[in-house]
């Protein structure tokens, strides 16, 4: 059965990214849900911009009857079909009032952008309105064939114990907060490998404005030693993760993944050093994955990403002890 669709914002995650044609597609959410048209029917879309829902109607063309507005209110209003899902691709201060339209409207099945709301207490007042309805959060690396070989390589311990994690998440251009709104992605992994950790120490840094501009974060989940430098003060992207491991290394993310194991030296006697893997990963879309999961109605991750405001908000408890 097809699930009746509605997308509320057509920014670049929404649907422009797939213009881009270096990437692999689909790598949006209107782009999954054109590439699974046997299980997503998109019914309606909206946008505060209208020159982004123009551009939007012409780029999708697969469907002429496609219902749109320009405010939530009207969309679901101008409806008169069952809507199954909606995805809302809009920013963290519209979340709540949006999530609260849509549990009002009883659509039983939600997919939002990642941060879920900028506090805790706005994440309480959703909570609290949570009845007979299920959310998901995009956090699609969980859903990349690279990070997922991770987590089989550390329930397996194929490497040995997992003692260090290094990270970067660097951007030439910063917005509101990078450690919510990039990063976030970095600490949603380390939800996902070890846990929730404890913050040892959080170090930021702000432009003459008042905008962070860089931060830096130490914590400890059991034997495992975390770091990560958030922000900008560069002229290029990157995001890198290091998993140190007792018998090897893995190094990941957008320029792909390398694995390293323990091996004798070939320089010096009796030593070992890590030598890389031989490694073929057969790719699989993260975004077609996680819409098929979200279909099947598998298990939501709303309560981790709670878990990662939870952490985030941690952290910036130490913003105020800035050098």
């Known amino acids: 059965m097809k699930w009746n669709t509605i997308l509320i914002g057509l920014g670049r995650i929404g649907w422009q990214l797939e213009l881009d044609q270096k990437r692999y597609h689909p790598c949006t959410h209107a782009g999954t849900i054109k590439a699974l048209q046997n299980q997503f029917c998109l019914i309606g879309v909206c946008d505060r911009n209208r020159s982004k829902v123009d551009s939007f109607l012409g780029w999708w063309k697969s469907n002429k009857d496609i219902v749109y507005s320009y405010n939530h209110k009207e969309l679901l209003k101008s409806l008169n079909k069952k809507i199954d899902f909606a995805v809302v691709c809009t920013g963290p201060d519209s979340h709540w009032d949006i999530i609260k339209d849509l549990i009002d409207y009883s659509i039983p099945v939600i997919l939002i952008e990642k941060p879920i709301a900028y506090n805790y207490q706005q994440i309480k007042d959703i909570e609290s309105i949570l009845e007979n309805v299920s959310i998901y959060v995009n956090f699609e690396r969980r859903y990349h064939p690279n990070y997922q070989i991770i987590k089989q390589i550390l329930m397996r311990k194929t490497l040995g114990d997992l003692k260090n994690i290094q990270g970067k998440v660097l951007a030439p251009s910063i917005k509101r907060d990078p450690l919510l ?143």
């Open 181 to 323: 709104e990039d990063a976030i992605h970095w600490l949603d992994l380390i939800l996902w490998y070890v846990g929730k950790p404890e913050v040892l120490y959080s170090y930021w840094e702000y432009n003459q404005i008042g905008m962070e501009e860089r931060s830096l974060h130490l914590l400890k989940k059991d034997d495992v030693l975390i770091q990560l430098e958030s922000g900008g003060k560069r002229q290029y992207f990157e995001f890198s993760m290091v998993l140190d491991f007792t018998r090897g290394r893995i190094e990941v993310g957008n320029t792909g993944i390398t694995i390293y194991r323990k091996a004798i030296s070939s320089r010096y006697e009796r030593f070992y050093e890590l030598k890389k893997v031989p490694l073929k990963i057969k790719f699989l879309n993260p975004w077609i994955q996680m819409y098929t999961a979200i279909y099947e109605k598998l298990p939501n991750n709303y309560q981790d990403a709670i878990l990662g405001i939870s952490l985030y908000k941690e952290l910036k408890k130490f913003a105020n002890k800035k050098g």
